[in-house]
């Protein structure tokens, strides 16, 4: 039986799916989930041994999961974006990463948006300037660390997943938008923002469009998971981009609402229409050729629930988004319920260093667990809506594809419906970023004709993706 691995390397685990000929989910694997850290105010760093670590072991679960008769053709995987990794004279990447929720270089965005140059960099690279990204970060050391930043290149987390796997530092246009070195009109590295960065373009991972070859998995690799060696390794993509291709959303006027830990807003775009595309949303490569996403970052509103969750004692054997669900059915609003401030804002530190914290207005409020999660998902449900109504009226969708921890409460998938009057179409939770890396893997190793459309409707017709 021929087959593919499509991987998901999130912010919180790394996940993987074996998809057969005919667009069926075979096997599925996971590994523990990955930790954060916060050595000092208002950062989020991973360990990048940790990230290793947890490749490994979802491959290896895969492996003893999948059919005796699935053969392999090729693997691929979708990446989280914005991550930066640190690389030595060696190769050796730095033992932490820092993470899209990492807020260090607020000061630098800050003096950028005042000075002008945060406008010149989103006319140049499609993004918006924010903290977590590779340019603000790479300028971060340049300023503070100016030896580890002259001899050092730099990656994200998708290159260097790739360099696990095949041993080169390899990234796409889809995942290298997140660094914002990159022209969003050619898709190679920019010059101009290189040149803001202190960098040469060849200090950074060599560019290659999704779906492509990268290369053959190494011999250590395939060593420590039971892959065969040399299995085919396919260039993957951005985990959002990923996830519409996985289900099906590759089509103009298309748009997905992706709420896992970090939420995210993307319409599928032409590649003509960006010049219509606002400022508050991010021009990007989608995985599909010809196509681009107009996407816009809503911040860490799943970070922000998984925090409340725990704060508020949703934990146990229970599943906590029934709880929640059953909770806000006894909830009534009051004139005094609280409102539920993100974190960031004025104060970057604000509800302390758990990823996701915020605080609640009026600070202190007295209510109940019910009233206060509320607060955050309303709070989420307009951030959707203020993302939606930004766009040009003839190019909002009609219609939104929800998937992500949102979709696991009836009550929040309802309240953003309300919120922005648009139709929610609730996909069940899974790991979609992994389907989609399958699809790229099975149209380059010819398992899946070109064209995605029909094999990744296929895919989410039949398949049964592992819970998030």
Same mark, same amino acid.
């Given at each position: 039986?021929?087959?593919?691995?499509?991987?998901?390397?999130?912010?919180?685990?790394?996940?993987?799916?074996?998809?057969?000929?005919?667009?069926?989910?075979?096997?599925?694997?996971?590994?523990?989930?990955?930790?954060?850290?916060?050595?000092?105010?208002?950062?989020?760093?991973?360990?990048?041994?940790?990230?290793?670590?947890?490749?490994?072991?979802?491959?290896?679960?895969?492996?003893?999961?999948?059919?005796?008769?699935?053969?392999?053709?090729?693997?691929?995987?979708?990446?989280?974006?914005?991550?930066?990794?640190?690389?030595?004279?060696?190769?050796?990447?730095?033992?932490?990463?820092?993470?899209?929720? $990492?807020?260090?270089? &607020?000061?630098? +965005?800050? =003096? /950028?948006?005042?000075?002008?140059?945060? *406008? @010149?960099?989103?006319?140049?690279?499609?993004?918006?300037?924010?903290?977590?990204?590779?340019?603000?970060?790479?300028?971060?050391?340049?300023?503070?660390?100016?030896?580890?930043?002259?001899?050092?290149?730099?990656?994200?987390?998708? $290159?260097?997943?790739? &360099?696990?796997? +095949?041993? =080169? /530092?390899?990234?796409?246009?889809?995942? *290298? @938008?997140?660094?914002?070195?990159?022209?969003?009109?050619?898709?190679?590295?920019?010059?101009?923002?290189?040149?803001?960065?202190?960098?040469?373009?060849?200090?950074?991972?060599?560019?290659?469009?999704?779906?492509?070859?990268?290369?053959?998995?190494?011999?250590?690799?395939?060593?420590?998971?039971?892959?065969?060696?040399?299995?085919?390794?396919?260039?993957?993509?951005?985990?959002?981009?990923?996830?519409?291709?996985?289900?099906?959303?590759?089509?103009?006027?298309?748009?997905?609402?992706?709420?896992?830990?970090?939420?995210?807003?993307?319409?599928?775009?032409?590649?003509?229409?960006?010049?219509?595309?606002?400022?508050?949303?991010?021009?990007?490569?989608?995985?599909?050729?010809?196509?681009?996403?107009?996407?816009?970052?809503?911040?860490?509103?799943?970070?922000?629930?998984?925090?409340?969750?725990?704060?508020?004692?949703?934990?146990?054997?229970?599943?906590?988004?029934?709880?929640?669900?059953?909770?806000?059915?006894?909830?009534?609003?009051?004139?005094?319920?609280?409102?539920?401030?993100?974190?960031?804002?004025?104060?970057?530190?604000?509800?302390?260093?758990?990823?996701?914290?915020?605080?609640?207005?009026?600070?202190?409020?007295?209510?109940?667990?019910?009233?206060?999660?509320?607060?955050?998902?309303?709070?989420?449900?307009?951030?959707?809506?203020?993302?939606?109504?930004?766009?040009?009226?003839?190019?909002?969708?009609?219609?939104?594809?929800?998937?992500?921890?949102?979709?696991?409460?009836?009550?929040?998938?309802?309240?953003?419906?309300?919120?922005?009057?648009?139709?929610?179409?609730?996909?069940?939770?899974?790991?979609?970023?992994?389907?989609?890396?399958?699809?790229?893997?099975?149209?380059?190793?010819?398992?899946?004709?070109?064209?995605?459309?029909?094999?990744?409707?296929?895919?989410?017709?039949?398949?049964?993706?592992?819970?998030?």
């Amino acid at each position: 039986m021929e087959a593919v691995v499509g991987l998901d390397i999130g912010t919180t685990s790394v996940k993987a799916v074996v998809v057969d000929g005919q667009g069926a989910i075979i096997a599925s694997a996971s590994s523990k989930p990955l930790s954060f850290r916060a050595p000092k105010p208002g950062w989020a760093v991973q360990s990048t041994s940790e990230v290793k670590e947890a490749v490994v072991e979802c491959l290896s679960r895969l492996t003893k999961n999948m059919p005796k008769n699935a053969q392999v053709l090729a693997v691929c995987a979708a990446v989280q974006s914005g991550s930066l990794v640190v690389v030595d004279e060696s190769g050796i990447a730095a033992a932490d990463m820092t993470t899209w929720m $990492d807020t260090r270089t &607020s000061s630098i +965005v800050e =003096s /950028w948006v005042a000075d002008g140059t945060a *406008a @010149a960099v989103r006319e140049n690279s499609g993004w918006s300037v924010q903290p977590g990204l590779g340019l603000p970060q790479v300028v971060w050391l340049k300023v503070n660390e100016p030896g580890l930043h002259e001899r050092s290149r730099f990656g994200s987390a998708d $290159d260097f997943v790739m &360099s696990l796997l +095949v041993g =080169s /530092w390899i990234t796409n246009p889809s995942n *290298a @938008a997140g660094m914002q070195l990159l022209d969003g009109t050619t898709g190679r590295w920019s010059e101009d923002l290189c040149a803001l960065a202190g960098v040469a373009p060849e200090r950074l991972s060599e560019l290659r469009d999704c779906g492509a070859m990268a290369g053959e998995l190494t011999s250590d690799m395939a060593a420590a998971t039971g892959l065969v060696e040399s299995l085919p390794v396919v260039v993957g993509g951005h985990d959002q981009t990923c996830t519409a291709l996985g289900l099906g959303v590759d089509r103009p006027g298309e748009a997905l609402l992706a709420a896992g830990t970090a939420w995210v807003v993307t319409t599928v775009i032409d590649e003509a229409d960006t010049a219509s595309v606002p400022d508050e949303m991010n021009v990007s490569f989608h995985v599909v050729e010809g196509l681009r996403t107009s996407s816009r970052y809503l911040g860490g509103l799943g970070a922000s629930m998984e925090w409340w969750l725990v704060e508020a004692g949703f934990v146990g054997d229970t599943d906590r988004y029934a709880l929640l669900d059953e909770t806000l059915r006894r909830t009534t609003l009051s004139l005094d319920s609280p409102y539920f401030l993100g974190p960031g804002g004025e104060d970057a530190t604000a509800g302390g260093s758990h990823p996701g914290a915020g605080t609640f207005s009026p600070t202190g409020a007295s209510s109940d667990r019910g009233k206060f999660a509320l607060a955050i998902m309303e709070f989420a449900a307009f951030e959707v809506r203020t993302a939606l109504r930004s766009m040009p009226r003839d190019h909002r969708p009609t219609a939104l594809t929800l998937v992500g921890g949102a979709s696991q409460a009836a009550g929040w998938s309802q309240l953003i419906a309300s919120a922005c009057a648009i139709r929610i179409e609730v996909v069940r939770p899974g790991s979609w970023p992994a389907v989609g890396a399958a699809v790229l893997a099975a149209q380059q190793s010819g398992l899946m004709a070109e064209g995605s459309n029909g094999g990744s409707r296929a895919i989410r017709s039949h398949a049964r993706p592992i819970p998030d």
